[in-house]
């Protein structure tokens, strides 16, 4: 394994709610409406500063995707996952696009989303 670089970003930035490393920016957010386990996330086009896990076929809310959990280089924390493969062809959209849940980031999340992100974080304290 060789040295980690992480990529700075500019601009209005998620970042990893543990140790703050940079995730991903506002403008790349696709959709704000997406559920996980814990609480509201965001499905973004693009996220850096991130390594993938295992291939894993996931029964999903939309149906059965393959997908690969993504932990934050700077400190390991799962913070959400990646799209692989949409099995149904209307979920094609989500190939290639990471679910970043609002509990283990911090950004510039409207006043609502906020305190979707507070009340999850207490519930997993």
């Not at 930035?13 to 703050?20: A, L």
């Not at 995730?23 to 997406?34: C, H, N, P, Y």
């Not at 996980?36 to 894993?56: D, M, P, W």
Request: net charge positive; aromatic share 8%.
């Amino acid at each position: 394994m060789g040295r980690v670089f992480i990529v700075d970003l500019e601009g209005k930035v998620y970042s990893c709610i543990h140790c703050k490393t940079h995730l991903t920016k506002d403008q790349d957010i696709m959709s704000k409406s997406f559920k996980s386990r814990h609480g509201q996330a965001y499905l973004f086009n693009e996220v850096v500063n991130v390594s993938t896990g295992n291939k894993e076929d996931r029964m999903m809310i939309t149906g059965l995707h393959t997908v690969t959990d993504i932990f934050c280089v700077g400190c390991g924390l799962n913070v959400g996952w990646k799209y692989v493969t949409a099995h149904d062809m209307r979920q094609k959209y989500k190939e290639g696009k990471s679910v970043l849940e609002l509990y283990k980031i911090v950004g510039p999340h409207d006043s609502t989303d906020l305190v979707c992100q507070q009340v999850s974080q207490l519930m997993i304290q």
